[in-house]
Nanobody
Framework: QVQLVESGGGLVQPGGSLRLSCAVS????????RGWYRQAPGKQRELVAA???????NYADSVKGRFTISRDNAKNTVNLQMNSLQPEDTAVYYC?????????WGQGTQVTVSS
């Protein structure tokens, strides 16, 4: 059983920064994509950022230039650096690991941007 554990969420003021991390319980071989999604109250879950095993990245338009996704294959983690946070970034953020035959999710971590 593969487990994804997120950390780094919390409360931050507008304009502030947070760094989310997602650890995978065991090494996953093969081509896969690691991603961060978020879900705000009353809204559908949406892709925030994703990175392939080859290093290609994809970002939602709303976070381009503010968020950066990275992966550390040696530590089996994926990180999301979030800068210039705004109230509309408030949501539960979920880590995802997806391959051809699997799709794993973390439990989520709350990010609240408020003064």
């Amino acid at each position: 059983q593969v487990q994804l554990v997120e950390s780094g969420g919390g409360l931050v003021q507008p304009g502030g920064s947070l760094r989310l991390s997602c650890a995978v319980s065991r090494i996953i071989f093969g081509v896969n994509t690691r991603g961060w999604y978020r879900q705000a109250p009353g809204k559908q879950r949406e892709l925030v950022a994703a990175i392939t095993s080859g290093g290609s990245t994809n970002y939602a338009d709303s976070v381009k230039g503010r968020f950066t996704i990275s992966r550390d294959n040696a530590k089996n983690t994926v990180n999301l650096q979030m800068n210039s946070l705004q109230p509309e970034d408030t949501a539960v953020y979920y880590c995802n690991l997806r391959g051809l035959q699997y799709d794993y999710w973390g439990q989520g971590t709350q990010v609240t941007v408020s003064s």
